[in-house]
């Protein structure tokens, strides 16, 4: 099999490679990419690229002894320096005469039981709701076991490179910077859309007196967040919904904020989501947008992505996002670029995903705990490489005339 795959990667095999026949072939000094069986190959054959390779190793058809994140790198800066080539009708031919020799010609095997299957009209609320439970309700204690003690899922501020200074602290700073962007100040209205486990919602109530309004699809995350706030005795400052955005119908706050949640309304949804945003806050109230970008002519979130992690996610270059933002009327002042810190932040979680593997497997099963393997090590190499990002975007809802004030500027001034 080896010149096959040599052959897709124009001569060069990037890694080393293992046949269930114990059979071996490749680089010594590169990871190991073993195929436990023949389903391995046969789920490659049936999707070729990304989707087939990661139906193979989500079944553990397919494994890698050493480090995924090197293997991965490994492939993705061969295909970068020397492209990969589909083979002619006589390497097609050679191909084939070899696969039906070895038996692996034949109906593919079942996906992974852990791959999502929507169903229902895009972006409606039923299908949206599927969509997020798909991959938040998976259970509060697997978030409890790779996030820090905020429970915040989203990309962190790293502001030390001090050996003391951990995940908790850089989610903290993320927190105290998206407050003071915001301008927050006690007895201030927050809507914090897309809450996750209230990490912003209880600081931004804990430390500075703002009241919010949290909203989710997800039940569990619901029920997390209230009972925070309930423990916290902040009950009265924060107030959870099981709710749509487009379901939000007051209005007047001094301030929203979307962390890492505009990637899930879709392409063609983002313009009204924009258009809601504004509405919901007063004249000079203030917006911000964390959110990951794609670059380039790739917009989606891709099929492993899709079909494991967020279904129906759509991802953009930045500047499309912050064309959308002035379309609903909204006044873009900042654009904070933070694409490295999220490569210290999935390399976080994945260092605690492998040291605590084992727990995590007996909680949500061998197939599910790959698919966070494979995603947080692929993620991380994504913010590495570049082919992703995620950025701050600040914006206020103009009042005219005269934009009184700068719409109150945040504490660290205007940028």
Known sequence: MAPLVAGLFNGIMPVRLRAWDGSEAGPADAPRVVLRDRDAVRHILARPGELG?????????LDVD???????????ASVAENGTSLPGPVEAARAARVLV?????????????????????LHSRERDAAAIAHHYDAGNDLYELLLDESMAYSCAYWTSDDPGYTLADAQRDKLELV????????????????????SLALHAARHHGVAVTAVTLSARQRDHVTDRAREEGLEDLVEVRLQHYREVVDAG????????????VGRDGYAPFARALRTRLRPG??????QMSRRGARPGGGPFIERYIAPDMHMRPVGETVGLLEDAGLEV??????????VRTARAWSDELERRFDELVGLVGAESARVWRLYLAGGALAFEDGSMGVDQIVAVRPDRPGDRAAHRAPAGGAR
Do not use: K, N
């Not at 390779?53 to 058809?61: E, K, W």
């Not at 706050?253 to 899930?264: K, N, P, T």
């Not at 109230?285 to 964390?290: C, D, E, H, M, S």
């Open 53 to 61: 390779l990661a139906r193979a190793y989500v079944t553990g058809s």
């Open 66 to 76: 050493g480090d995924l994140t090197d293997g991965l790198r490994r492939v993705w």
């Open 101 to 121: 020799t070895l038996g692996v010609v034949g109906p593919p095997p079942p996906p992974p039981t852990a791959e999502a299957r929507m169903r229902g009209r």
């Open 179 to 198: 407050c003071s962007e915001l301008g927050l100040s006690t007895g201030d209205r927050l809507l914090d859309v897309g809450c996750g486990w209230g």
């Open 253 to 264: 706050f001094d301030a929203v904020a979307a962390i890492e949640m505009g990637e899930h």
């Open 285 to 290: 109230g203030r917006l911000l947008v964390q």
């Open 333 to 342: 002042r900042s654009v904070r670029a933070m694409r490295e810190h999220y």
